[in-house]
């Protein structure tokens, strides 16, 4: 079928289908990371969210049942992925039936896509398809951008017509890429193919980052703690990024209390961009935790009650100081 621009204008068409808003809609996701990064735990946690219904990510989500392809893991380890998430955040027994997990499941071209199409056929309350890992379902050959992009293609469209998401886990390369959609194992034709690109990577030794990149909504990274088998969102990685680099100068002040600092300065004690420090000096001059002490020269503020600032320090650069005075040239 074909429309001229205006007719695409006039036409009212069915709203896009959330199935987690903001965060997963029907049709193809790829969830992706490097072993032991937790990807499968991930996919459980969101799985066992929508069939409580409680929500993802601080959003709410479609109630529903969801199939769970385990074709990598034994039947002992998924029970014991779930007891972690069971024993820190208890499944409902209704939302316990809601997911059910095969074990053994044929490939595409071997009779996994009608399987697959009989199941949504006789559970219309389906809201989600996971795949773990992609590699065990996928065609035996396929090679290159085409032949990914075709048959992925199919699972996408499979899942548009039954209103499902069907989300594929899946490895990332060896290598490191400068890109992150670069990442992906394979071809472009997997990362080209999916309405949503998740990427779980290493943020930091306590945190990892949830790299978010898709058709339908505003790309954006989440940081992510795994404790005991749960994945808990702690907040935009952006947000998080601005409140240390607030607290390092804050950190970089207070601990020279004594040294008449320029935004440069305050720059290679923090390891943070200059433009960044020159932009952030106001806030702490208006919020009075520092002092204009000359042009272009800031000193920790002397009236400042330390102990009713709601800053914890942080481990930073050390300032020598044995000068009360740092040459700005």
Same mark, same amino acid.
């Given at each position: 079928m074909d429309y001229s621009a205006k007719e695409l204008l006039e036409t009212n068409f069915s709203p896009i289908q959330w199935i987690i808003p903001n965060f997963l809609v029907e049709g193809l996701g790829v969830l992706g990371g490097k072993p032991k990064q937790g990807k499968s735990l991930f996919a459980i946690n969101i799985a066992i969210s929508i069939?409580?219904?409680?929500?993802?990510?601080?959003?709410?989500?479609?109630?529903?049942d969801v199939a769970y392809l385990s074709l990598e893991d034994s039947y002992r380890v998924f029970k014991e992925r779930v007891k972690l998430?069971?024993?820190k955040k208890? +499944?409902?027994?209704?939302?316990s039936r809601r997911l059910r997990v095969y074990f053994d499941f044929p490939r595409m071209g071997e009779g996994g896509i009608e399987k697959l199409k009989h199941i949504l056929k006789t559970n219309t309350d389906i809201r989600?398809?996971?795949?773990?890992?992609?590699?065990?379902f996928k065609p035996v050959k396929t090679n290159g951008y085409d032949a990914d992009y075709k048959y992925l293609s199919i699972l996408k469209t499979l899942g548009e017509r039954h209103n499902v998401a069907i989300?594929?886990?899946?490895?990332?390369? &060896?290598?490191k890429t400068s890109d992150a959609i670069d990442g992906f194992s394979g071809s472009v034709g997997i990362t080209g193919a999916a309405d949503t690109l998740m990427l779980l990577r290493t943020y930091n030794q306590d945190l990892s980052e949830l790299l978010m990149i898709g058709k339908n909504i505003e790309d954006r990274s989440y940081a992510m703690r795994l404790k005991d088998g749960n994945w808990d969102v702690i907040g935009l990685i952006e947000e998080i990024q601005r409140s240390e680099g607030?607290? &390092? +100068?804050?950190?970089?002040?207070?601990?020279?209390?004594?040294?008449?600092?320029?935004?440069?300065?305050?720059?290679?004690c923090?390891?943070? &961009?200059?433009k960044y420090v020159k932009k952030k000096l106001p806030n702490f001059l208006q919020e009075k935790?520092?002092?204009?002490?000359g042009h272009g020269q800031y000193q920790f503020s002397k009236s400042l009650v330390l102990d009713k600032v709601p800053m914890k320090s942080t481990t930073i650069k050390k300032i020598d100081n044995s000068s009360k005075h740092i040459d700005n040239n």
């Open positions: 069939t409580e219904g409680n929500g993802f990510l601080n959003n709410g989500c479609q109630i529903g998430y069971d024993a208890h +499944i409902s027994e209704i939302a989600m398809i996971v795949i773990d890992p992609l590699v065990k989300l594929l886990v899946h490895h990332l390369k &060896k290598a607030l607290q &390092k +100068i804050y950190d970089c002040f207070k601990e020279n209390p004594d040294v008449i600092f320029s935004p440069g300065d305050i720059a290679s923090t390891d943070l &961009k200059v935790k520092i002092d204009r002490v």
